[in-house]
C-alpha cells in the first residue's frame, strides 16, 4: 500500500498562475484534508471531505478550491497563485469522518513556491 | 491568543535523559488531543494520542492530560538522537469538527 500520495513533490509558479495539486489514498479512507504548514504555524486546515461527495471549509480557504473525484482522490486548486500562498501543503485521510480517535495519515507534501 | 500553544524550542536534550513537551489549548470543548512527530523535510506521523485526564504510556512516551487546566504534555523517556525532530501537538473538537495544530516544539538529542 502506498498510503497517502501527493503530486507534484515541489513546484515554482508565477504570480497569477493556476495549479491543481492532487492527493490520492488507497486505504479506503472516507475523509480527506488539505493542510498548508508555514514556519511556525503549525498545521492549518484549508480544506476537508467528511466524505465522497462532501466538502468544506476549514481556518484557511481563500485563494483554493478543492474537488472530491471519488473516494480516493481529493484536489487542490489554485485559481490565481500569489506570494503568500507559498508553503508546504499536506493531504492527509483518516477512516471516518471527524472521529475523536480518527487518526490522519499524511501524505509527503508538495513544496510550494509563488515569485 | 492562538487555541494550541507550544514552547518553539529548541529543547536541548542529553542522549538518555527525559525530553519534556507542554502545549496548552485555549478551547475547553476540545475532547481528544494527539502528539505528532516531523522530521525536517518530512510529513507528520502520529505519536499517540489522549483523551481522558491523566497519564497513557507507550513506549518510551508519556503522554499527560490535565482538562481543568487545559493542559497536556509529551514525555520521552532515555531520549535517543533519532528523537531529534519537531513535535506538534493538536486538540480536536467534534463540533465544528476541527483538529488544531500547535505551532511545533523542535528537539535536538545530543549524543
Known amino acids: 500500500n502506498a498510503g497517502v500520495t501527493q503530486t507534484p513533490k515541489f513546484q515554482v509558479l508565477k504570480t497569477g498562475q493556476s495549479m491543481t495539486l492532487q492527493c490520492a489514498q488507497d486505504?479506503?479512507?472516507?475523509?480527506m484534508y488539505w493542510y498548508r504548514q508555514d514556519p511556525g504555524m503549525g498545521l492549518r486546515l484549508i480544506y476537508y471531505?467528511?466524505?465522497?461527495?462532501?466538502?468544506d471549509k476549514g481556518e484557511v480557504p481563500n485563494g483554493y478550491n478543492v474537488s472530491r473525484l471519488n473516494k480516493r482522490e481529493f484536489s487542490l486548486r489554485l485559481e490565481s497563485a500569489a506570494p503568500s500562498q507559498t508553503s508546504v501543503y499536506f493531504c492527509?485521510?483518516?477512516?471516518?469522518?471527524?472521529?475523536?480517535?480518527?487518526?490522519?495519515?499524511f501524505g509527503p507534501g508538495t513544496r510550494l513556491t509563488v515569485l | 491568543q492562538k487555541e494550541v500553544e507550544q514552547n518553539s524550542g529548541p529543547l536541548s536534550v542529553p542522549e538518555g535523559a527525559i525530553a519534556s513537551l507542554n502545549c496548552t489549548y485555549s478551547?475547553?470543548?476540545?475532547?481528544?488531543f494527539f502528539w505528532y512527530r516531523q522530521y525536517s523535510g518530512k510529513s507528520p506521523e502520529l505519536i499517540m494520542f489522549?483523551?481522558?485526564?491523566g497519564d497513557k504510556e507507550d513506549g518510551r512516551f508519556t503522554a499527560q492530560l490535565n482538562k481543568a487546566s487545559q493542559y497536556v504534555s509529551l514525555l520521552i523517556r532515555d531520549s535517543q538522537p533519532s528523537d531529534s525532530a519537531t513535535y506538534l501537538c493538536?486538540?480536536?473538537?467534534?463540533?465544528?469538527?476541527?483538529?488544531?495544530f500547535g505551532g511545533g516544539t523542535r528537539v535536538l538529542v545530543k549524543p
Open positions: 492527509a485521510s483518516s477512516a471516518g469522518s471527524w472521529s475523536s480517535y480518527n487518526e490522519q495519515f
Open positions: 486505504m479506503n479512507h472516507n475523509s
Open positions: 471531505s467528511a466524505s465522497e461527495g462532501t466538502t
Open positions: 478551547d475547553r470543548g476540545s475532547q481528544s
Open positions: 489522549i483523551y481522558s485526564n
Open positions: 493538536a486538540a480536536f473538537k467534534a463540533a465544528g469538527n476541527k483538529l488544531t
